[in-house]
């Protein structure tokens, strides 16, 4: 047995470690010492084991038209059952949803985010184990900044008032759910070219705030 410290790390693009580009895409992925999870690791240091699970677009629980393995809230059960045990899930997701075609308020969004949340509190158990379920934190997505692209400004039209609200509107079902929660907008900024992305001092700053936000809830 050990005592090291399990937490996966559900999100989208952000979390997958999309390098921003002034045409939009095809890009590549930064290396993991360069994402906000590996810069969470450093921060961390031993004693923690961290599981990436970051797929780029994925939204909360909406189906994407384009593409069926978009809906986290659809793939965030299996993950869960088969990284257990874990500590800690942490939950950064919501940026997606703002797309215009999925019609959804930053309440919406909110509310698909507590489905993500309780399945978490559900999780106790797995297949055929005895392991609790983890404590849950969410992490809210910085808001969008102007993008170049004309398509990505099409994807996103309007997102960009939706995606300032995401901060208060997780905080109050934080509240209502009792689960922890991190403003990632309290310390950065979306500094990346394309207007959605990181660049790299955005991935570490985010990664040490979220750092001290987890030895907080592990201790």
Not at 80 to 85: E, G, I, T, Y
Not at 92 to 100: C, S
Not at 130 to 135: E, F, T
Not at 136 to 158: D, E, N, R
Request: charged share 15%.
């Amino acid at each position: 047995m050990t005592d090291q410290k399990s937490i996966l790390c559900f999100g989208d693009s952000l979390t997958w470690g999309w390098i921003p580009v002034v045409e939009g895409c095809p890009t590549y992925r930064y290396p993991y010492e360069e994402r906000w999870t590996g810069a969470m690791a450093a921060a961390l240091g031993d004693g923690y084991h961290i599981i990436e699970e970051g797929l780029s677009a994925r939204t909360t629980s909406v189906d994407d038209p384009n593409d069926p393995r978009l809906n986290g809230s659809a793939y965030l059960p299996t993950a869960l059952a088969s990284h257990l045990p874990l500590d800690l899930a942490i939950i950064m997701l919501g940026t997606n949803d703002t797309k215009p075609f999925f019609n959804r308020t930053p309440f919406d969004i909110a509310y698909g985010m507590s489905k993500l949340v309780g399945q978490v509190l559900t999780s106790a158990y797995g297949v055929g184990t005895p392991y609790p379920a983890p404590r849950c934190l969410v992490v809210a997505p910085p808001p969008l900044t102007p993008m170049p692209h004309p398509f990505f400004q099409g994807m996103f039209g309007g997102a960009h008032e939706k995606s300032a609200e995401l901060g208060q509107q997780y905080r109050d079902m934080a509240d209502f759910m009792k689960i922890d929660f991190l403003n990632a907008g309290d310390f950065i900024t979306t500094d990346g070219c394309d207007g959605i992305h990181f660049t790299p001092e955005n991935n570490h700053d985010l990664g040490n705030a979220i750092a001290s936000k987890v030895q907080e809830i592990l201790a």
